[in-house]
């Protein structure tokens, strides 16, 4: 038995591949971003506070991304930008992890060092559980549908 021809294969150059995930990713990460920063005017930190905005933006983000993940992984046949576009371009570009830590600098400079040591355990403490409890919400709400 002989190999199968190679060159016979048409193989789509790897950019071809990934450049429509790159450009979805960036129009996403656009789109969060602006969302994140938003928010941010809306709801200014004062100086040397808790930085509630940031906490409540990456709590909530991550609770979207806890629901998202249980819809497109268990419910619904995404295409495959949409997991791309949403889950690392929108909720990526607005939950801010590079805030976190820039606020949390900014409490231990103006010397606030309990709230940053309460900023840095509660933030992920609260997105990791936001992303627990919303995946094993929207898996119990779903199960609930089905007949």
Same mark, same amino acid.
């Given at each position: 038995?002989?190999?199968?021809?190679?060159?016979?294969?048409? %193989?789509?150059? #790897?950019? $071809?591949?990934?450049? +429509?995930?790159?450009?979805?990713?960036?129009? =996403? @990460?656009? /789109?969060?971003?602006?969302?994140?920063?938003?928010?941010?005017?809306?709801?200014?930190?004062?100086?040397?506070?808790?930085?509630?905005?940031?906490?409540?933006?990456?709590?909530?983000?991550?609770?979207?991304?806890?629901?998202?993940?249980?819809?497109?992984?268990? %419910?619904?046949? #995404?295409? $495959?930008?949409?997991? +791309?576009?949403?889950?690392?371009?929108?909720? =990526? @570009?607005? /939950?801010?992890?590079?805030?976190?830590?820039?606020?949390?600098?900014?409490?231990?400079?103006?010397?606030?060092?309990?709230?940053?040591?309460?900023?840095?355990?509660?933030?992920?403490?609260?997105?990791?559980?936001?992303?627990?409890?919303?995946?094993?919400?929207?898996?119990?709400?779903?199960?609930?549908?089905?007949?």
């Amino acid at each position: 038995m002989t190999a199968p021809n190679t060159e016979s294969v048409a %193989v789509r150059p #790897a950019w $071809r591949v990934q450049a +429509p995930v790159v450009l979805a990713i960036s129009a =996403g @990460g656009g /789109t969060g971003a602006a969302a994140r920063y938003a928010a941010s005017l809306w709801w200014p930190t004062h100086t040397g506070g808790f930085p509630w905005t940031t906490f409540w933006v990456n709590v909530a983000g991550c609770a979207v991304i806890g629901v998202f993940m249980v819809v497109i992984t268990e %419910v619904w046949v #995404a295409h $495959r930008l949409v997991r +791309p576009f949403f889950g690392t371009g929108v909720l =990526g @570009g607005f /939950t801010t992890f590079s805030t976190y830590a820039v606020g949390s600098r900014n409490l231990f400079a103006a010397d606030q060092v309990r709230t940053g040591l309460a900023y840095l355990a509660a933030t992920p403490l609260a997105a990791l559980t936001a992303v627990w409890l919303a995946a094993w919400a929207a898996r119990r709400a779903l199960k609930w549908k089905q007949p």
